[in-house]
C-alpha cells in the first residue's frame, strides 16, 4: 500500500508512522507530509529514512491510504481532494466526525460502519478510550446513563502542549517562577483546567459534547444519555476517565468485569488488593486502554457501576484507532 | 484563650496556626505540640516565637482549645484526656468522625451541631469542600443522587506528599528518571492514582466512602445517595472535584449560581466567556471554595446540573474549617 501521513511531525503524526510499523502494515511506499516549516527535514522511520514534504493541493499525491493529523480546517479543505485521487481517508480531525454520510469508527465497537466508505472519521481521543469499554457493558446490560468525568494530558494539546507543561514545570521547580502558557488558556503545572475546547451555549465545552456526541454515533445510540466534565491534568499522554452508568439490566462488579476481561481493545486491571488499577504510569505507550476500579454504584444500586478507565491519548486516542480502521477496510484501498 | 495546636509542624498544624493568626482568633496563650523529633524546635508565629513542645499524657496542659491535626490513632488515644483537661477539642482525623455523640461540623451547613460539644471532629478534607456546595443546592433544590469525581492535590498527604511530588518531578525532568515513592502507593509525578486511603470490601476506597458517609451526617441526610471516585492527581495543594447532581425539585442552571453566589464559604467562579472557571491555581491560598462550570445536567435534565468545585485543602479542608468551628463556639471555652 501506498501511505500518506499528513502532519508527520505532529505528536499524532509521529505515533501514526510507528504504530503503521509496529503492526506491520503493509507499506509499499511512505510519504511524509507536514508544513512548509518541516519541509526537506529527514526522518526515520521503520520503514527506512524519509523526507517531509509539502502538500501540494494541485497534485495530489496518488495514494491508497491517507492519514490525516491535521487540522479539521485543513481536513475540510484537503481530504476530499485525497478521495478523489484515489486514496482512503481516515481523518483524525473532528471536520466530520458528525456527518451522516462519514463512518465514525471505534474498531472494537462498529468495524463494519467503515465498510465501503473512502473518508473515515477518527473520533475525539476522550471518546475512542471510552467507547471501547462501554460496549461490551452495553452489549450486556444496556446502557441508560453515562456519567464521565476526564482527566486528561497535556498530549491531547499536542506536541506542544506537553512541551509547554514540561518547560513549565521546571521553571515552576527550579525556578519559584510562573509558568508561561499560550497552548493552554491558563498555566497548567500543579493546576488544573476544565476547559478543553471552545465553549458552547449549553455552558458545555466543545470537548464534553463531543464525548456525549460521538458515543452517541458511535455505539449508534442517539437518545443515549452522556454527561462529560472534560479537564486538563498535569499529566503527559495517557487520558483517564472516572465513569459512572445506570444500566437497563441489573449489573454486578463481577459481571462487569467479567465482560470487560474479555473485551477487545481493554485490559483488566483491577486487582486493589495488590494496589493494581488503571493508572497513565502504566497505560502509557500500550495499545490496550486499562479498565479497572469496577464497583457498584452507590447512586444507581444493581442497576449501576463505577468504574475507571485510562488509555494512551496519542495511541488508542488518535494514531492506533487510525490505523486499526485502515486495518478492519475488507480490501485493496485502490487501484 | 490558651490553645494549643498538636502537629504543629505538619501541613495543617502550620496552617492553622497561620489562620488563628490571620482570623485574629482570640488567641491568649498559643502552644505547639508535635513529636520527640521536633521538640525545642523554635518557631515563628502570628503570636511570636514558640518552642514546639512534646505533649506528656500524664500532665495533660490546661488549654481552652485544641486543635489537633495528628494521626487518627493518636487522637483516639489522647483527645479525650485534652477535653477532660478542660479543653473543647476540635479534632481533624477521622478517629471521631461517625461516631454519634461526636458532631460533624462544616460551618457553614450545620454550625448549631456543635452548641455546647466538647469534642467536635473536622471533616475530611474533599467533603468539607464538596459540602458547602451542595449546602445551599439541597437547601433549595432538595438533592436526590450526588455523583463525584475528584483530583486530589499532593496535600492531602501532608507536607511529605507535597515534597515527594516536588522531589519527583525534579528527577523525572532533569535526569529522566523515575519517580521513587513511599509517601504515595505509585510515583505520583505525570501519574494519577485513583487510590487514597484503603479499599473496603464494597471496592470503594475509605477516602470515596468518607465523602459517602460524611456528606450524609454533615447534611443531615443519612439516606443520600452519593458516590464517589477519588483521585490523586500532581498538584501541590487544592482539591477539585467533578460534581453531577440529580435534585428533587427541577433546577436551572441560573437559579443554581444564584444560590452558589449566595452561599456562605462558596466564591462563584464562572464566567466561561473570559475563561474563569474554579482551579487550584486561583484557589490555592484563599478561604472560599470556588464554584462554577454551573450548566444543566445532559444525564438528569430539567432535575440536575454539573459543576466544578475547588478548595484549598489546607484550609477550607482543614486548618480553616477547624477554626471556624472554634469561632462558631457560643461561649467561652473553658474556665
Not at 473518508?119 to 475512542?128: F, M, S, V
Not at 450486556?140 to 512541551?163: C, D, H, N, P, W
Not at 469496577?294 to 444500586?301: A, C, E, K
Request: net charge neutral.
Amino acid at each position: 500500500m501506498r501511505v500518506g501521513v499528513f502532519g508527520a511531525t505532529g505528536a499524532v503524526g509521529k505515533e501514526l508512522v510507528q504504530v503503521l510499523g509496529d503492526r506491520g502494515y503493509p507499506v509499499t511506499e511512505l510519504r511524509l507530509f507536514a508544513s512548509t516549516r518541516s519541509a526537506g527535514t529527514r526522518i526515520t522511520t521503520p520503514f527506512g529514512e524519509k523526507t517531509i514534504e509539502v502538500y501540494d493541493p494541485a497534485k495530489p499525491p496518488r495514494l491508497d491510504l491517507a492519514l490525516l493529523a491535521v487540522s479539521g480546517d485543513w481536513s475540510k479543505a484537503h481530504a476530499k481532494e485525497l478521495v478523489a485521487a484515489g486514496a482512503v481517508v481516515v481523518d483524525n480531525s473532528s471536520a466530520f466526525r458528525l456527518d451522516d454520510d462519514v463512518p465514525l469508527v471505534v474498531p472494537e465497537v462498529n468495524a463494519g460502519a467503515a465498510k465501503g466508505a473512502r473518508l473515515i472519521a477518527n473520533p475525539n481521543c476522550t471518546t475512542a478510550i471510552l467507547a471501547v469499554a462501554l460496549a461490551p457493558l452495553q452489549a450486556e446490560f444496556g446502557l441508560k446513563r453515562v456519567i464521565v468525568s476526564t482527566y486528561q494530558a497535556a498530549s491531547g494539546a499536542g506536541a506542544e502542549g506537553m512541551e509547554e507543561l514540561e518547560t513549565g514545570l521546571k521553571e515552576v521547580l527550579l525556578n519559584g517562577g510562573t509558568a508561561k502558557n499560550s497552548v493552554f488558556r491558563h498555566p497548567l503545572p500543579m493546576n488544573l483546567i476544565p476547559h478543553i475546547d471552545s465553549f458552547q451555549p449549553n455552558g458545555y465545552t466543545r470537548e464534553e459534547m463531543k464525548v456525549t456526541w460521538e458515543t452517541r454515533k458511535i455505539m449508534g445510540l442517539p437518545d443515549l444519555l452522556v454527561s462529560c466534565t472534560a479537564v486538563r491534568v498535569p499529566t503527559l499522554r495517557a487520558h483517564a476517565e472516572a465513569v459512572t452508568i445506570e444500566t437497563l439490566k441489573p449489573i454486578t462488579p463481577e459481571a462487569a468485569r467479567a465482560a470487560l476481561a474479555n473485551a477487545p481493545g481493554v485490559k483488566l486491571v483491577d486487582d486493589v488488593a495488590n494496589a493494581a488499577y488503571p493508572m497513565p504510569l502504566t497505560a502509557s505507550g500500550r495499545y490496550d486502554v486499562e479498565a479497572g476500579r469496577v464497583r457498584q454504584s452507590l447512586v444507581f444500586g444493581d442497576h449501576g457501576i463505577d468504574f475507571f478507565v485510562v488509555g494512551d491519548q496519542l495511541l488508542k486516542g488518535a494514531a492506533l484507532n487510525a490505523v486499526q480502521i485502515a486495518e478492519a477496510l475488507p480490501v485493496k484501498l485502490a487501484a
